[in-house]
């Protein structure tokens, strides 16, 4: 069957989608929820989450410098301090659909930093512990931003307004000069970022490695130990080879359903030593040539998997597919597009690769985009690909699938309306304007501050990041015009 919606019936198909909206894959049967079964699973997908603990551990006596200013969120796709409230409201959400699993497809964090991991490892040991959800985690190129750890800085809100730089490099410190828009500095080791490793290691319970309960796990490298899940990552210029940690993993949580984990992050080094690296997070199309071993690894998992019968869910952080549904070209001649979406999206060759592998169905994140899309191989193969929005950027929604067997899915896509307290830092950002007011400073999306739903103030936040900054980003324009949520950085 073809399945080549155009991006204009794309959308009008869209258009009357209420608060909660199925997405029949094609070839796929639908089923009510009457049919379900002890073979019917039922998970909740969650992108980019971003976790920032405004409650987190800097180090500080005042707990105040734990948010960032409203100026830097809207010269950022996504906002900082609300996911805080929007990712536990969604928990709650999830645990009232009864829901178990809950799949985090990557940039759980907002860069890695030790607090905000810690805070998101608390929230997720107390809705495992208190509601019994099982997380399996993949990492995003914003956790880790270098396989093994960098210094980071971000400027945060003090209590009398002023922007204040936060850094876990001390020499920041030491050679600060203060300015109207950052006034201070303050060094907490709690900023750095953290690299695979121990990421792994706080966060191996949601996935990252094998526990009791689990009827099996395995990883593409023979072993389940941290220490073994390693590749030789290639210099640009091909002269040497540094050691990279690789997080892919299988579990098999309950018995007949595979859930496989494909971390598609790659890492350059710049040096023999490993101490500096580059990545352009452009996940499968660098993934299949510094580490082909896990794409042989994902073709030997789905032929097993359907020897043996297994459900099987793949994800990833990045798409395995174009996932604009045919409308990526449009996009980059529209807008003349010439540098960041575009580079993000996977050539035909390697999306071929993936349908030799045998994949058929894929989740991902990195976009910030709710889009579902599917892609004809040479050989009348297909592989759908399903994008799953942020919660911290316009419009806010989670993914919920039930499988019903091997090939068997539904879809849906949960939108955030509301969200309990997602209010309750404005009165931080009411200081904000008036510190700016008195320097002169831009403060143009004080009008945000009017809103009366968490979803609003998404909307208004790209408002601000596109109409109001008058950027040049096509991607966040689009959204305006489409109502969807296309965004430029993952
Ligand atoms: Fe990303
Ligand atoms: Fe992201």
């Not at 998101?120 to 931003?145: A, C, I």
Request: glycine residues 6%; contains cysteine; charged residues 25%.
């Amino acid at each position: 069957m073809s399945y080549q919606l155009s991006r204009r019936q794309f959308l009008l198909s869209s258009a009357s989608v209420a608060a909660t909206s199925a997405t029949v894959l094609p070839g796929c049967k639908l089923q009510s929820n009457n049919n379900q079964t002890d073979q019917t699973h039922r998970i909740a997908l969650l992108g980019d989450v971003h976790f920032h603990d405004i409650h987190g551990d800097f180090g500080f006596n005042d707990n105040e410098v734990c948010i960032r200013t409203m100026q830097d969120s809207v010269g950022s796709t996504r906002m900082f301090n609300e996911n805080y409230f929007v990712f536990k409201a969604t928990l709650d959400d999830i645990v009232a659909e009864g829901i178990k699993f809950v799949i985090l497809v990557g940039d759980f964090s907002d860069d890695g930093q030790e607090a905000h991991v810690d805070g998101l490892k608390r929230v997720l040991d107390q809705y495992s512990d208190e509601y019994g959800l099982e997380f399996f985690l993949t990492h995003g190129n914003h956790d880790p931003t270098t396989p093994y750890g960098e210094d980071c800085d971000k400027t945060f809100l003090r209590s009398d307004g002023a922007g204040i730089k936060v850094t876990s490099n001390q020499s920041d410190v030491e050679n600060f000069i203060p300015s109207d828009e950052v006034d201070g500095v303050l060094y907490s080791p709690k900023m750095q970022s953290l690299g695979f490793m121990p990421l792994m290691e706080k966060l191996g319970r949601f996935g990252f490695q094998s526990q009791p309960h689990y009827h099996y796990y395995e990883t593409p490298w023979k072993s389940d130990k941290l220490e073994d899940r390693v590749y030789q990552a290639t210099s640009a210029d091909g002269t040497y080879t540094v050691e990279c940690p690789d997080s892919s993993y299988l579990v098999e949580p309950i018995e007949g359903f595979w859930i496989c984990s494909v971390d598609m992050n790659t890492h350059v080094p710049l040096d023999p030593l490993g101490s500096q690296w580059d990545h352009d997070a452009k996940g499968y199309e660098d993934g299949k040539v510094q580490k082909p071993q896990v794409l042989a690894w994902l073709k030997d998992v789905i032929k097993r998997a359907d020897e043996q019968g297994k459900t099987l869910l793949v994800f990833s952080h990045y798409p395995a597919i174009e996932y604009l549904n045919y409308s990526a070209d449009d996009f980059y001649y529209l807008f003349a597009d010439s540098s960041y979406n575009h580079k993000r999206v996977p050539t035909s060759e390697t999306t071929e690769e993936l349908i030799d592998c045998g994949l058929k169905l894929h989740f991902a994140g990195h976009i910030h985009i709710n889009d579902t899309a599917k892609y004809v191989g040479r050989n009348g193969q297909t592989l759908v690909n399903v994008q799953a929005p942020s919660l911290a950027a316009y419009i806010p929604a989670y993914k919920k699938i039930t499988c019903y067997g091997p090939d068997d899915f539904e879809i849906e896509t949960k939108v955030i309306e509301d969200v309990p307290e997602f209010d309750s830092l404005f009165n931080h950002y009411e200081n904000e304007i008036d510190w700016r007011t008195a320097k002169g400073l831009d403060t143009h999306w004080k009008s945000m501050l009017e809103v009366s739903s968490y979803r609003e103030l998404m909307y208004q936040h790209l408002i601000c990041l596109t109409v109001n900054n008058k950027s040049d980003d096509w991607a966040g324009i689009c959204a305006i015009f489409t109502n969807q949520n296309f965004h430029s950085i993952g």
